[in-house]
């Protein structure tokens, strides 16, 4: 069955304006309180460190378990190169 171009953009059409109407309803967001915003700042500022220390704890610790593993692990490597 084909369908007439206009008809494949009725839905998007109408997608859009419940959209728009939905939006239009909403109240206006409450005044943000200056302290709490800075504090929000703060916790978020401080999450991010914590999250780069540890991202920075995994990968050093990676780095050291290849270089333990030295020719060791570029053997194994070839190993399985070659199998294939």
């Known amino acids: 069955m084909k369908a007439p171009k ?3 953009l009725v839905p998007a059409v109408m997608v ?3 959209v ?3 939006s239009a309803k909403l ?3 409450p005044p943000v309180d200056p302290a709490k915003a800075e ?3 703060k916790k978020a500022a401080d999450a991010a460190k914590k999250g780069a220390d540890a991202l920075a704890k995994s990968q050093d610790r ?3 378990r290849y270089k333990k593993q030295g020719k060791a692990g570029a053997a194994n490597t070839k190993v ?3 199998k294939k």
């Open 6 to 8: 206009i008809w494949k």
């Open 80 to 82: 399985a190169d070659k």
């Open 39 to 41: 504090e929000a700042k």
């Open 16 to 18: 859009c304006c419940v």
């Open 27 to 29: 109240p206006a967001p």
């Open 20 to 22: 728009g109407l939905a």
């Open 62 to 64: 990676v780095a050291d």
